[in-house]
């Protein structure tokens, strides 16, 4: 029996070969050379067409940058631009204003009521037509509901006419331009009157 076992175990045995005998009997430089340097060139080949997209996305990226660069310059430069020429709009119209001014202060100096009075009126008209046309608008409040968002109430009175929340009085207008409050409207408020 133990001769058979050790038989068995010789023909198992016969197909294979021990690893450190096929490494002697192979010839190293047939297969490990050929696939060792194809292997090199297909790495420098790679490596060289890595390093020439990478160098392409970094000119790219650059040029990008300083594309936005440019454009943020450009912006702000014309957001100046028409600051600028808002600004000499909303003056060339006050300027007759301004003029207008003088003369109801000459007159003011003449002593002429009439004239100060016409003149005074002619202004304030001017002014009002000149801040309507750029969108300023004054803000509702006398007799209407409280808004904390269009006015600021000063004082609440008791009152037996009104409910409470009406605005009774408007002691400093309030205006606004488009939906912004440019400021809001001072009021005086009703509330409830206390019973005794």
């Known amino acids: 029996m133990d001769k058979q076992t050790d038989q068995n175990r010789n023909n198992r045995g016969a197909g294979r070969t021990d690893p450190h005998e096929n490494e002697q009997s192979q010839p190293e430089t047939t297969v490990a050379g050929s696939s060792g340097q194809e292997f090199t060139a297909l790495s420098e080949e790679a490596a060289a067409e890595l390093a020439r997209e990478r160098d392409e996305y970094l000119d790219s990226l650059k040029r990008l940058q300083a594309e ?29 204003v301004l003029d207008n001014f003088e003369r109801a202060m000459k007159a003011a100096a003449e002593h002429d009521q009439a004239v100060l009075s016409d003149g005074v009126e002619l202004v304030y008209n001017q002014l009002r037509s000149v801040l309507v046309k750029r969108g300023l608008c004054e803000i509702e409040a006398h007799g209407q509901a409280f808004d904390p968002n269009q006015h600021e109430a000063v004082l609440c009175q008791p009152s037996a006419k009104h409910e409470e929340g009406t605005v009774l009085e408007v002691l400093e207008k309030g205006y606004q331009l488009g939906e912004k409050v440019v400021r809001p409207a001072r009021v005086i408020v009703a509330k409830e009157e206390e019973k005794n």
């Open 68 to 96: 936005f660069a440019n454009f943020r310059k450009r912006i702000a430069r014309e957001s100046e631009q028409v600051g600028h020429r808002a600004a000499a709009e909303v003056i060339e119209d006050l300027l007759p």
